[in-house]
């Protein structure tokens, strides 16, 4: 079955940087595209980044410039690289993966941005 575990969040204080990770089983994760992303309380879930297949990726405006999505298909795992973190960013983030038209969804794992 598809499994999704993400890691890598924490407490960082405004400025600074965390890499999540994803590590994916129980589907051909390279064939898939593979997506992020965030809910903060009391808001909707929201589209951080996605990776293609082919590795091209694309960003919600507000993390542009900022965060990068990466991919290793060697390893089945998706990266998220966070850098110049703003307290807004603080959010339980969600590596997600649609297959045969099922909605694949992680744990989840806290990133809070605060000095």
């Known amino acids: 079955q598809v499994q999704l575990v993400e890691s890598g969040g924490g407490l960082v204080q405004p400025g600074g940087s965390l890499r999540l990770s994803c590590a994916a089983s129980?589907?051909?994760?390279?064939?898939?595209?593979m997506s992020w992303y965030r809910q903060a309380p009391g808001k909707q879930r929201e589209l951080v980044a996605f990776?293609?297949?082919?590795?091209?990726?694309e960003y919600a405006d507000s993390v542009k410039g900022r965060f990068t999505i990466s991919r290793d298909n060697a390893q089945n795992t998706v990266y998220l690289q966070m850098n110049s973190l703003k307290p807004e960013d603080t959010a339980v983030y969600y590596c997600f993966v649609r297959r045969e038209r099922n909605p694949y969804w992680g744990q989840g794992t806290q990133v809070t941005v605060s000095s």
């Open positions: 990776i293609r297949s082919s590795s091209s990726a």
């Open positions: 129980g589907f051909i994760f390279s064939l898939y595209v």
